[in-house]
């Protein structure tokens, strides 16, 4: 059973919708205003509106920019300039976001990530650092370097600055859908869904979505704290956090109303959906939360305004050459 999730506490939330609002005049000269695509409920098989939000669109290939400037914009910034770990596309977006400000920057990532997330960074202009075999193994490699050159540390998702700032694309998504119920949100460390349930604050139901083989928040919620898990997914490079950030975890636990897991295999088939039924190319990360309504994992209740985030499109284009070929019932979105 999914680890319910609802708010009860009056405590003020660590980040808060007038943090999100200042993020967002902060940033909003350097990011996209990315597009919200309207379904029919019947072009997947269920009787309720829904509203895909592109941030895939977004510089870099997805969501990560808004936390990067956020980041950038908002602290003192030292001549030895930045440095992040990523799955790839926190790095990429951090290359992309400093290479625009004039700061130099130094990703570490696994050797997990994908080339197409590889190559951003790398056309970006930062210096790359390859090595280990998860995310942990980048992080603890991009701390060494901290300390020895002085750089500052932009964390993928466990700080204030880059909740505040992944926070906006719901800002944007509410004024664009201002009548959204819930919306589904895959979940790695944790730092862009804190940011939409620290917006929403309850008045929309906020679902998290984690693939079975890396479910950092899922089991924080049952074990009411964060643990350490192995990470062993389609979406690791994007969903593989060990351990969801405690900041997230002390928005989530207040804020998510449901935690949800979904198979590899149904990550694959939303990718499937995406690109043959609407010609979007979602890397396995961006496509996880689509994965949940049409597995079945999750069922709206009649009527529901559902929001969908596709939040990255990282992925390598002769890989969707590989995803499943669409059936008949596949087109007819049942």
């Known amino acids: 059973m999914a680890p319910d999730c609802t708010a009860t506490e009056p405590k003020s939330l660590p980040v808060t919708p007038e943090a999100i609002r200042e993020a967002y005049g902060r940033i909003a000269p350097h990011v996209r205003r990315t597009p919200v695509m309207d379904l029919a409920g019947n072009e997947l098989g269920h009787d309720v509106p829904l509203s895909l939000k592109l941030e895939l669109f977004q510089h870099a290939g997805s969501f990560k920019p808004r936390g990067a400037f956020n980041n950038l914009l908002s602290r003192e910034v030292p001549r030895s300039g930045v440095a992040a770990a990523s799955g790839g596309n926190h790095g990429a977006a951090v290359a992309y976001a400093a290479h625009q400000l004039g700061y130099p920057a130094d990703i570490f990532v696994p050797e997990i990530s994908s080339p197409a997330k590889i190559a951003k960074i790398r056309a970006a202009g930062a210096e790359l650092h390859v090595g280990g075999d998860r995310y942990a193994d980048a992080l603890a490699a991009c701390e060494t370097h901290q300390a020895e050159s002085g750089a500052i540390g932009i964390h993928a998702y466990d700080a204030l600055e880059t909740v505040a700032g992944q926070g906006t694309l719901s800002l944007e998504w509410e004024e664009q859908v201002p ?143 590989t995803l499943p070929h669409a059936s008949e019932e596949f087109h007819s979105g049942r």
């Not at 979505?209 to 479910?215: A, K, T």
């Not at 198979?263 to 961006?286: C, K, N, V, Y």
């Open 179 to 321: 009548d959204l119920d819930s919306v589904l949100i895959a979940v790695g460390g944790g730092g862009l869904i804190s940011g939409v349930a620290a917006w929403f604050s309850g008045r929309v139901k906020v679902i998290a979505v984690e693939p079975q083989g890396s479910r950092a928040l899922h089991a924080a919620l049952e074990a009411e704290a964060p643990v350490d898990v192995s990470v062993e997914s389609l979406a690791a490079d994007s969903l593989g956090a060990r351990s969801i950030g405690q900041l997230n975890f002390e928005i989530c636990r207040r804020h998510v109303a449901q935690s949800l897991l979904v198979e590899d295999s149904a990550i694959e088939t939303a990718m499937a959906w995406l690109w043959h039924r609407l010609q979007i190319a979602a890397e396995p990360g961006g496509a996880t939360a689509l994965a949940a309504l049409l597995s079945g994992v999750y069922r709206p209740r009649p009527g529901e305004r559902v929001g969908i985030l596709v939040c990255g499109g990282n992925v390598a284009p002769e890989s969707l050459a």
